[in-house]
Every structure is written in C-alpha cells, then in structure tokens.
C-alpha cells in the first residue's frame, strides 16, 4: 500500500498533464504515510574553505539549521536521476547540433566532402546521413540509427540531471549500512528532524523503488506534456537501495553551482556514530548543548546485529 500512495503523491505533485496536478491531495497523502521524524546522516571532515582555512561543512550546517542540496551526477548512485527514452519511438530524436558528433564517430564508411555538404544543409540532417548510409553496402543502418540517437540521449540525461540539486533523508536512523556509507564508516553524525512543520512537509517527496527507468518519451516528444512531469525520475531508485527509505528535497537550478544550502528548522536531536572521535564527540555535545537539542551516542548491541541509541545530554 505505502508504494501505491508513494507513486500517488509524485505523479499528483509532478502529473503528465498540468490539469492534474492536485498539491492538497498530495500533502494529505504525505501525511498519511511520513513518519514523525526523518534522519540526514552525514560525515565529519575537514575541507578547505574559499580563504583555504579549514572548515567541517557539516557541523557549520548543523550550527546554522541548513542542508546542503548536491548535484545528483556526485552521487553513489550512478542511476540516480536516470530515465528512459524509447529510441523507437524517435528515429530523427537527435538534433542537427550533435552532427558534429555524429560525423566524428562515422566508423561505416568513408564520407566524402559532397556528402557531407549534403548533409550539413539538409533540413534533416540526421535523416540525410541515413540516406546516403543506405545507398552504400555492408552498412548496419538499424544500429547506426540507434548510435546517432543514444548520442544526444546520453547529453540530455546529464543536462537533466545537472538541472537538480537534491538533499535526502531517511526513515532511519540506525541503518548500519548508512552510517558506513554516509557518515565515514561510523564516524560522523546523523541528525533528526520533525516533520510536523506544513513548510517542510511539503518540501519532502517520498522515492519510490522500482526495476524500471521512468519513461519519458512522451513529455520529450510531445509539446503540450507539462514539463515537470520529468521530475519524477529523481523519485525512482533502484529496488536494491530500498533498505534506506528515502525522502527527498529537491530544487531545480539555473545556476551553474555544484549545490547550494537550504533551510530546515525543524531540528530534534543528534545521534553519534559509534566510532567518532573524541574531539568531534565534544564539538557536538557543544553545539547541541547551544540549540538546547538532544544528543544521542549510538552504540553496538549486545544481543543482535542492531545499532541502539543512547541519551547524552538533554535539553530538559
């Protein structure tokens, strides 16, 4: 039932046809299935700052109630983002922009400049290079057509991609497999946030896990499609990172920065991974100390292969 109401709030949020986009319905869905509270796990680790002065970016973040939004081409996930493009369904899908491409990968057959002059003033160009492939011998012409295609796909879903910065967050804050792969191996932190607040309930989309890519080939093909339909690629993820139960903040860009920060309140308590240092440990007891916010230390249990939460400090 969760992943019907999940698909139910993207596609009302992000519908195909504008007329159907129903935001109250999606926010009352979202309330429906959104836990009370969702984690952001991260790590501790120095960097350099514009004046080369060393900075730890996520505790500065904790410090100013801020999340930073990444780009989704930096993320673990190389499908992030991903969709699919029916390459049948356009056969002239490659713009004459990308003959210059097309001409350098030409390993069929040798054109000559004739040829090519053809091709560079053709109205159709792609359709032109396809023609004179046609009339010459031992040319594959279905999986030449495929190539040309997959050419400006593959420039389009990074072009798409780069349009997004994304934060996300999980259900979870004991994932063992989370605070190793986001939080260094134990190290960092992972912080807690209510989701009570109206203004970031409606910033949060659930991801829904799934074996297929979205499919876009209509919005791409078809002009009267509502173009935010495409969002929902960034709310599908393969089945195999269904463990972290994502929500996702997402905003698209004009910019050409790598991310951005963004504001979130709405902050519960801090947990510490099981092997932070000391010094970060106290940085933290500090900090949350000054925001009056719990802080928790997680630790290995006893019994089974669980983390669990241990009280440090309290703001009562």
């Given amino acids: 039932m969760s992943k019907e109401i999940k698909e139910e709030i993207i596609s009302l949020s992000f519908p195909k046809n504008k007329i159907d986009k129903d935001i109250n319905k999606a926010c009352s869905l979202r309330k429906i299935i959104i836990p009370s509270s969702i984690f952001k796990y991260l790590n501790i680790e120095v960097e350099k700052d514009e004046n080369n002065k060393d900075v730890i ?26 969709f699919f493009f029916d390459l ?16 350098k990968m030409d390993s069929y057959s040798h054109l000559s400049e004739v040829e090519k002059k053809d091709i560079k003033d053709s109205k159709n160009p792609i359709k032109t290079y396809i023609s004179i492939l046609n009339k010459k011998s031992n040319v594959d ?16 879903i990074k072009k798409m991609k780069n349009k997004f910065r994304i934060s996300s967050f999980s259900e979870v804050n004991n994932s063992i497999l989370m ?40 919005a791409i093909l078809t002009e009267d499609i509502y173009k935010p339909y495409m969002l929902q690629s960034v709310f599908r993820k393969c089945n195999v990172w269904e463990y972290e139960q994502e929500w996702r ?41 000054d925001k009056k916010i719990d802080l928790y230390q997680m630790e290995l249990s006893d019994e089974k292969f669980e983390l669990i939460s241990k009280l440090v400090s309290s703001d009562e």
């Fill in 179 to 218: 605070w190793s792969h986001y939080a260094k191996n134990h190290t960092g932190f992972c912080i807690e946030y209510e989701t009570g607040d109206d203004k970031l309930l409606s910033e949060l989309f659930p991801v829904v896990y799934t074996d297929d890519f979205f499919d876009i080939t209509d």
């Fill in 88 to 103: 049948e369904k356009s056969r002239e899908y490659t713009s004459s922009k990308d003959m210059k491409n097309i001409l």
């Fill in 141 to 156: 012409t279905e999986n030449l057509q495929k190539e040309i295609n997959s050419i400006g796909l593959k420039k389009d």
């Fill in 249 to 289: 903040i997402v905003y698209e860009t004009k910019d050409n920065i790598n991310g951005y920060l963004h504001k979130i309140e709405e902050i519960k308590a801090v947990y510490m991974g099981t092997k932070i240092e000391n010094s970060n440990k106290k940085e933290l007891e500090m900090i949350c100390k």
């Fill in 57 to 82: 970016y996520s505790l500065e973040n904790l410090k100013n109630n801020s999340v930073w939004l990444s780009n989704p081409n930096d993320f673990n996930d190389p499908y992030d983002g991903h």
